[in-house]
């Protein structure tokens, strides 16, 4: 079983910077995809970022040129940089990993880390 442990999320002013960690259990070249997913108060969760391990990286529209995925691999550890924060940004931040044990999928949520933006 894959663990995912968040970490980084807090209060910040609008326009201002965070950045998220997502401590994973294992190697991240067994894993196919990182993502980043939020669900704000009375909202869907939606993907927010996601990092393949071939291929090109995700934004949602919502924070593409401001977020930025990144992936650690000798530490284990996918990043998510927030910068000029907006308050719709609020939400719950989840980390996501996707990927295959021979042929039987994996699918693994962190517990969550909230971001609070406000003025």
């Known amino acids: 079983q894959v663990q995912l442990v968040e970490s980084g999320g807090g209060l910040v002013q609008i326009g201002g910077s965070l950045r998220l960690s997502c401590a994973v259990s294992?190697?991240?070249?067994?894993?196919?995809?990182l993502a980043w997913y939020r669900q704000a108060p009375g909202k869907q969760r939606e993907l927010v970022a996601a990092s393949p391990r071939t291929g090109s990286r995700y934004y949602a529209d919502s924070v593409r040129g401001r977020f930025l995925v990144t992936r650690d691999n000798a530490q284990n550890t996918v990043y998510l940089q927030m910068n000029s924060l907006e308050a719709e940004d609020t939400a719950v931040y989840y980390c996501n990993a996707k990927g295959r044990i021979g042929i039987e999928p994996f699918d693994y949520w962190g517990q969550g880390t909230q971001v609070t933006v406000s003025s």
């Open positions: 294992q190697s991240l070249f067994s894993i196919d995809t």
